[in-house]
């Protein structure tokens, strides 16, 4: 079958997409009766279908036709082989594979890119061959970073587009509604299927005034961050507005929106406007910035939208950037922020590590030529004085065309002047593929990073260490001053020759390079225009992939007296359920990858990390120890969990493990959102306390009962029965979001079966 997709985003593809806006807009007006904001217009206008309805925010599902898809080499490892399950032909829509979260951080990018092309081969040549199979656009390791490669090649403003990355929304900062999404979803889109979404609620972010001096853009989103703490975004999108939006680039709208995820947004969204024409241009897409210019209506919001805010939105948040500080956040969640002026007292009273280990910039989040260009006139400042960094400093391009032009440019050796690595273009430290063999297991240390997540072990695997984010200017200035308790708008430095000085606030700094982009050759590879003879090159000894079983199908009957695996205490997100690390490596291989399983999670019963009291034998065992033991006797068990279990990556592994070992219902306080969708479309039963103080009621030894799924409904409650250890049994309701096809995929024992019986 020859290939029949366009991988990019030609102007034909967007001149189509503008026309189904311009008159879906229309029709959706209609129907709501009132003015539209910007989220209501893009995603009105991928609607699959469009009649007189009108959906509530966070309450009814909605089908949508996203414009593309975009997989990245460790997420996209499940969705190649799920997408070879259901046994279909080609993608249906342009989708691209980006190799990044496999590479190195070790010593510097071409010495660890080379141990990460040898160690990883036959997972980069199985996602080349497939995307070859199967008429995807193949990244190169080395290419860039997911993120920074879409939206230097394929964001356009208006289109809808999904990924297999929790940091998809970064292509918001080109217009795009743009949302991280499970494996399967994926699978599903690029087979041709509508994509289904909550619909969501809207928040609305009003920007005043003018970013100045020391904020950049990461201030804006660390001040959303800590305004809507890590759960305040969830179902919901957040559109950014108002006249500050202006005084922000593209590639800084981009570093918002990335870091929406962090609040949990569904996905966060700007304006179109001249900083995007100019970056479209600069990145040789002139043909699209003429086409939004054409359409500009479509791409903003309805005027009356921004004169009353209140009435369009959810909520709404007023930031006046003309007084915003710079923030810093951390540790251990990107929501717990306070501006540079109180760090100094908040790193005394809560006794942080003050000196700092290693600082880091760059990432999929803040890796632009003007991130690197304002970062480098700190440097230059520095070498003036004749001091370097006082740790060492570890510079993440995100993309080699970024590299290649900070190389050409200066900034990067102004980097180097200062004592900066430069690691390969890749997540590598961002992602847990940091070595640092120096550091003792347990060593409380404080690194600070531009990046957006935090977690505890997320970055070098060490839950000990403390990672504070702020804005790449803020990072290379911590770095010169060596301690996170030190303020670059007061503090002074010791030069050279003995003296002290303050740094000059950043120089402002051009957002695309006067002489545009290097445009590196040779890291891209489009699939072939006859796909017959392609073969996918899996080893069947392959310790690293394994091609997928059918998950069962539900027997029709109640769960009953299940065992409890784990009660997680506090925050349980995928990366304390699937963690990264060395686990990345095993992320195509179900049952290998299945001993990582809740590794990270904290047992409310025990205050154990990753291990719980088997009920087989009484003893502690880790769970997936467990899990295999009750899978061999055919016993089904369930995970209860505190708030937003989940939070964090779309990682469709954190709902695989379990389901893979047995896992029957997760039952939490409430729940994450990718996450919830990823339970569901792998068979599990997703479910919430009605009351969540019931929480308490469950202990260790407790068994639980689901009674009555055959009456499974949307809306209906789902009785749960808790017998404790001495026979007293108690009753509670549990909710859940599941629609009518959602059950079909419960029954079915996973939506791909659904997809199969078709
Ligand atoms: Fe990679 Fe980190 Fe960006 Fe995720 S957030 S895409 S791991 S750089």
């Not at 009621?697 to 409650?717: A, T």
């Amino acid at each position: 079958s020859p290939h029949n997709v366009n991988i990019d985003s030609t102007p034909e593809l967007v001149s189509g997409v503008y026309t189904k806006l311009k008159e879906n807009i229309a029709k959706f007006r209609n129907v709501t009766g009132r003015p539209l904001t910007l989220t209501e217009k893009i995603l009105s206008g991928h609607f699959n279908q469009i009649d007189d309805t009108n959906f509530t925010g966070g309450k009814d599902y909605v089908f949508l036709k996203p414009d593309r898809v975009a997989l990245q080499d460790v997420t996209g490892q499940m969705v190649m082989l799920q997408f070879m399950q259901a046994e279909l032909k080609q993608t249906a829509l342009p989708t691209t594979v980006h190799c990044d979260h496999l590479i190195r951080a070790e010593v510097q990018g071409d010495v660890d890119m080379k141990v990460s092309l040898d160690e990883n081969s036959e997972v980069f040549k199985f996602l080349q061959s497939a995307s070859a199979k199967y008429g995807c656009g193949f990244w190169k390791p080395g290419a860039g970073i997911i993120h920074q490669v879409v939206l230097e090649n394929y964001a356009f403003p208006g289109g809808l587009m999904i990924g297999t990355d929790s940091h998809t929304p970064n292509a918001g900062g080109l217009g795009m509604i743009a949302i991280g999404v499970g494996g399967l979803d994926a699978a599903e889109t690029m087979a041709g299927l509508p994509w289904e979404l909550l619909y969501p609620k809207r928040i609305g972010v009003k920007l005043t005034g003018k970013l100045t001096g020391w904020t950049a853009p990461k201030d804006i989103i660390l001040k959303v961050a800590e305004e809507l703490t890590v759960s305040g975004g969830t179902n919901a999108i957040v559109e950014y507005f108002g006249p500050g939006t202006k005084s922000i680039s593209c590639t800084g709208k981009a570093t918002i929106t990335n870091m929406g995820a962090e609040i949990g947004a569904t996905c966060s969204v700007f304006p179109y406007d001249e900083r995007m024409e100019t970056y479209l241009k600069y990145t040789n897409r002139s043909g699209i910035a003429e086409l939004a210019n054409q359409n500009k209506e479509s791409l903003i919001a309805d005027p009356e939208v921004e004169s009353d805010p209140e009435k369009f939105f959810d909520r709404v948040i007023e930031i006046n950037l003309s007084t915003l500080e710079p923030h810093i956040v951390g540790p251990h969640t990107p929501d717990l922020a306070r501006s540079i002026s109180e760090l100094a007292d908040d790193v005394k009273s809560n006794d942080y590590v003050d000196p700092i280990s290693v600082a880091l910039i760059g990432s999929c989040t803040n890796s632009s030529y003007e991130d690197m260009s304002r970062a480098a006139s700190l440097a230059e400042q520095a070498k003036q004085k004749g001091i370097k960094a006082k740790i060492p400093l570890l510079v993440t391009p995100g993309s080699e065309q970024i590299r290649g032009t900070i190389e050409r440019d200066g900034q990067m050796d102004s980097l180097k002047d200062i004592g900066a690595t430069v690691l390969a273009n890749a997540c590598g430290p961002c992602i847990g593929q940091w070595n640092r063999p120096e550091l003792d297991k347990d060593e409380q240390n404080t690194i600070v990073t531009t990046f957006n997540r935090n977690f505890p072990g997320r970055n070098d695997g060490h839950r000990s260490t403390l990672n504070f984010i702020g804005s790449p200017e803020m990072i290379i200035a911590l770095s010169l001053g060596g301690k996170l308790s030190f303020n670059p708008l007061v503090d002074e430095l010791t030069a050279a020759d003995g003296t002290k000085f303050k740094l000059e606030p950043p120089k402002p700094a051009p957002e695309v390079p006067e002489e545009g982009f290097v445009r590196p050759e040779g890291i891209f590879v489009a699939p072939p225009e006859n796909t017959d003879d392609v073969e996918v090159i899996i080893d069947p000894n392959s310790k690293r992939l394994q091609r997928l079983e059918p998950f069962s199908q539900w027997d029709g009957k109640d769960f009953e007296e299940l065992p409890i695996m784990v009660k997680a205490k506090g925050k349980c997100t995928t990366d304390h359920i699937s963690p990264a690390g060395a686990w990345l490596s095993l992320r195509g291989h179900l049952d290998n990858l299945s001993d990582n399983m809740l590794l990270g999670a904290v047992n409310a019963f025990n205050d154990e990390v990753g291990k719980g009291k088997n009920v087989l034998n009484n003893q502690l065992e880790s769970f997936s120890q467990i899990a295999r033991q009750y899978k061999e006797k055919q016993m089904r068990w369930v995970i209860i969990g505190d708030n937003n279990y989940g939070e964090g990556s779309s990682r469709e592994h954190a709902a695989m493990t379990p389901r893979y070992l047995g896992c029957a219902a997760v039952i939490t306080k409430s729940l994450a959102r990718i996450h919830e969708t990823n339970l569901k479309k792998q068979g599990l039963l997703a479910l919430t306390f009605d009351n969540p103080d019931d929480y308490e009621k469950i202990l260790e030894d407790d068994k639980i009962s689901l009674v009555d799924l055959n009456g499974l409904q949307p809306g209906k409650q789902v009785k749960c029965i808790i017998t404790h250890n001495d026979g007293n049994k108690e009753e509670i309701m549990l909710n859940h979001s599941y629609n009518q096809a959602q059950i079909e995929w419960f029954k079915a024992g996973s939506a791909l079966n659904v997809l199969r019986n078709r």
